[in-house]
């Protein structure tokens, strides 16, 4: 059974960094997109950033270039949100998932294309003004 766990939310004030972890396990985890996404209350999910399989195209949201960077560890099944300079804004629920269906190396943010597929429960991040 595929599982996947986020940590690493918290508390930060605005400008302060957070990491976020996803460990991944139950799935041949080389041949998945992996994609970070957050919610805040009565808003769709939203695409933050996305890795393509084997290490492929990385795309990010307008919003987050230049202040996060996603990256994957396929030795150890996980991925990783480096959150740098954060906003008010940047308050959510950020949650992993992982989609085999992107053509290899491939991935897209648009999270209705990712909902039929692998998701963690997610790991709160607030910022502070």
């Known amino acids: 059974e595929a599982q996947l766990v986020e940590s690493g939310g918290g508390l930060v004030q605005t400008g302060g960094s957070l990491r976020l972890s996803c460990a991944v396990s139950?799935?041949?985890?080389?041949?998945?997109?992996l994609g970070w996404f957050r919610q805040s209350p009565g808003k769709e999910p939203e695409g933050v950033s996305c890795?393509?399989?084997?290490?492929?195209?990385?795309h990010y949201a307008d919003s987050v270039k230049g202040r996060f960077t996603i990256s994957r560890d396929n030795t150890k099944k996980m991925a990783f949100l480096e959150m740098k300079n954060l906003k008010p804004e940047d308050t959510g629920v950020y949650s992993c998932?992982?989609?085999?269906?992107?053509?290899?190396?491939?991935?897209?943010?648009?999270?209705?294309?990712?909902?039929?597929?692998?998701w963690g429960q997610g790991t709160q991040v607030t910022v502070s003004s």
């Open positions: 998932a992982a989609d085999p269906s992107f053509t290899a190396g491939y991935c897209g943010l648009r999270a209705s294309a990712w909902l039929k597929h692998f």
């Open positions: 890795i393509g399989s084997n290490d492929g195209i990385i």
């Open positions: 139950g799935l041949t985890f080389d041949d998945f997109a």
